[in-house]
C-alpha cells in the first residue's frame, strides 16, 4: 500500500513551547485518516507543516512524493486545504469564489466555467450563485468550500475541523461528501476534536500535549482500551 504522507520526528517549537513533538505516522493513499485531539494538542500546528504553510523545526515529511522542508510549493500545488477558520472570502459571491480559486489553483477559464456549473448543480446552488458567500448558512459555506478545495483534482485534501460549529444533521450531510470524494481515490486527513467523527474513518490517531499516543483503525483502538466509544478511549489517553 502506497503512502501519500510519510513523517520522522516532525517537530514545531515556539521558543521553549513544543506545538509538535517528534511525530511519526504515514497516511495511505485513498484513506480517511483521522486527526483527532482536545484544542490544543497539536493537529492544526501538525497539519500547517504538512501542507507547506509553517517550516518545521527539525523532523521529516512527505506529501505526495515532495519534501514539505525543502519543496513547499510542489506541496501546495497538490493538496487541497480546508480550514475551519478562512477558506472563502465572505465579500465575494457563490460563483466569484470559485472563478478567484479555480485561478489559483491555475486551471484554464474554460475547465473553471464547466466546474463552476457541475459545481452548483451539485450542491443545488445555482439560486444562490450571484449572492455573496457571507449571506450563506454555515452548512452551506462549509459544503462550498470543501468542494473548491476538490476543484483542481489535488491527490489529498486536508481538512482543519471542517464540521466546528454545525449542526449534526449537516456535519453527517458532510461526511457524505467525504465518502464520495474517498470513492474516486483521493486521500483526506481530517482533523477534529468532535471523538465521534473518529467512527467515520478508516484509522485515526490521537494528539495529547503535541505527541502521538495512539493510531489504528476505531475499532481496535476501542478493543485494546477496552472503550465503547471514541470518546472514552480519548479520555482514557489523556488521563494517562
Known amino acids: 500500500m502506497n503512502n ?29 485518516f483521522g486527526f483527532l485531539g482536545a484544542n490544543g494538542a497539536g493537529k492544526t500546528t501538525a497539519l500547517k507543516m504538512l501542507t507547506g504553510l509553517l ?7 512527505m506529501v505526495a512524493g515532495y519534501d514539505v522542508w525543502r519543496e513547499p510549493e510542489q506541496v501546495k ?4 486545504y480546508m480550514s475551519q477558520k478562512f477558506s472563502l472570502y465572505e465579500d465575494l459571491t457563490v460563483r ?15 475547465e473553471i466555467k464547466a466546474k463552476t456549473t457541475q459545481l452548483l448543480e451539485k450542491l443545488q446552488l445555482e439560486a444562490e450563485a450571484d449572492k455573496l458567500v457571507g449571506s450563506l448558512p454555515l452548512g452551506w459555506k462549509q459544503k462550498l468550500a470543501f468542494s473548491v478545495a476538490l476543484l483542481h483534482d489535488p491527490k489529498i485534501v486536508f ?8 449542526d449534526p444533521l449537516t456535519r453527517r450531510q458532510f461526511w457524505e461528501l467525504i465518502y464520495e470524494a474517498a470513492h474516486t481515490g483521493v486521500t483526506l486527513m481530517v482533523t477534529t476534536h468532535y471523538m465521534e467523527e473518529a467512527e467515520y474513518c478508516g484509522r485515526v490517531s ?3 500535549d503535541g505527541s502521538i499516543e495512539a493510531l489504528d483503525t476505531p475499532r ?7 472503550a465503547k466509544n471514541m470518546d472514552e478511549v480519548f479520555r482514557k489517553l489523556a488521563r494517562g
Open 4 to 32: 501519500i504522507i510519510s513523517t520522522d520526528k516532525l517537530t514545531r517549537t515556539f521558543g521553549a513551547f513544543t506545538a509538535v513533538n517528534a511525530i511519526s505516522f504515514e497516511v495511505h493513499e485513498g484513506e480517511i
Open 55 to 61: 517550516t518545521p523545526t527539525s523532523g521529516k515529511a
Open 220 to 226: 481496535n483502538l476501542k478493543d485494546k482500551f477496552g
Open 77 to 80: 500545488r497538490r493538496i487541497g
Open 159 to 166: 481538512l482543519d475541523e471542517p464540521t466546528s460549529g454545525v
Open 206 to 208: 490521537m494528539m495529547v
Open 96 to 110: 466569484e469564489n470559485i472563478r478567484l480559486f479555480g485561478g489559483i489553483y491555475g486551471l484554464k477559464m474554460s
